[in-house]
């Protein structure tokens, strides 16, 4: 009887604790269900919140300019982050440069939200052009083969949309696009020179408005045109190599210029602040200052590719 009592007694405290258990599972799955919903409507509200703020920059000068950049630049960013991130930037740059140089120099660090957001945007572009300027060669092919086939222009230029990765596809779809409304070639060409033009692709689209304007052979000059930008391509392939060591080297004279700076504030604490109070300091940064920026912009035009 006393065994039966203990088994008896442990299944029953087996059952209340499974029970006991399952409540508990149950109350703790409830909780976390609440506190999710309760999460995602925050971020609901902050991303309306964002969006709104978003919105409200679109329509104000600089977010036109921000959407047109971004857009010309294949990012897929709002424009409100890009100038957020901008911000920041600027305000940790105005802090170290405050900081740990002096306070005139604080005031750069305002400048550097611009210069920041410009630099990104214009290297972005500059990336998108080269790819599609690669894409060039194998487009011309595209459009021979298209027109051989019999196919009208837009038609080979809605299949090269299709057929090439980006930016050539959404670039060629465009113009395709505007093709079928009924836009001029040279109208819609123009417009693709103005977002992606270069060298490489007057030549290409120039050859398509003489050919459709003076009824040539498409098809072989597409094939030379073809042949002749698969040279550029290797040519400016190897000159960009050549280059990108005296490119490196125009960023490293800019960073050399604040790092003298950094340097001689660690040696003596202050320094750079008494030199902007004093006139033969200033002339001194001023000169300083000058010689590397001189410097800096030489050897960037000396190392610029012409697109």
């Known amino acids: 009887m006393v065994v039966l009592a203990i088994i008896v007694g442990s299944l029953t405290a087996s059952m209340m604790f499974v029970l006991a258990l399952r409540q508990f599972l149950g109350l703790v799955a409830s909780r976390r269900r609440a506190v999710g919903a309760a999460e995602f409507a925050r971020g609901e509200r902050e991303f309306s919140l964002v969006r709104e703020l978003d919105e409200r920059l679109q329509r104000t000068r600089l977010g036109r300019w921000l959407v047109r950049e971004l857009d010309l630049a294949g ?6 982050h890009v100038l957020g991130v901008g911000v920041a930037a600027g305000a940790v740059g105005t802090w170290v440069l405050w900081r740990f140089v002096s306070t005139v120099f604080a005031v750069l660090g305002i400048a550097l939200a611009a210069v920041l957001v410009r630099r990104y945007l214009s290297r972005a572009k500059a990336r998108r052009r080269e790819k599609f300027i690669a894409q060039l060669p194998e487009l011309a092919r595209v459009l021979a083969n298209a027109s051989h086939a019999g196919l009208s222009l837009a038609t080979a230029v809605g299949i090269a949309g299709t057929e090439l990765p980006e930016p050539a596809s959404s670039e060629l779809t465009r113009v395709a696009t505007r093709l079928k ?14 977002r992606v033009g ?31 930008l698969d040279q550029r391509k290797e040519t400016r392939r190897e000159v960009t190599t050549t280059l ?7 960023n490293l004279v800019i960073v050399m ?9 660690s040696i003596k604490p202050g320094t750079v602040d008494r030199m902007t109070r004093e006139p033969i300091g200033q002339v001194a940064l001023v000169v300083g200052g000058s010689l590397f ?3 800096y912009l030489l050897i960037r035009r000396m190392t610029r590719i012409e697109p």
């Open 181 to 194: 409304f009924g836009a001029p070639l040279a109208t819609a060409i123009e417009e693709l020179n103005d």
């Open 75 to 80: 990012l897929n960013h709002r424009p409100i």
């Open 244 to 250: 990108s060591q005296s490119v490196a080297s125009s």
């Open 293 to 295: 920026a001189g410097g």
């Open 198 to 228: 270069s060298r490489e692709t007057n030549v290409l689209m120039s050859t398509l408005i003489v050919a459709s304007r003076s009824g040539g052979s498409l098809v072989t000059a597409l094939r030379d045109i073809a042949e002749t």
């Open 257 to 265: 210029g604040f790092a003298m700076l950094f340097m001689l504030n």
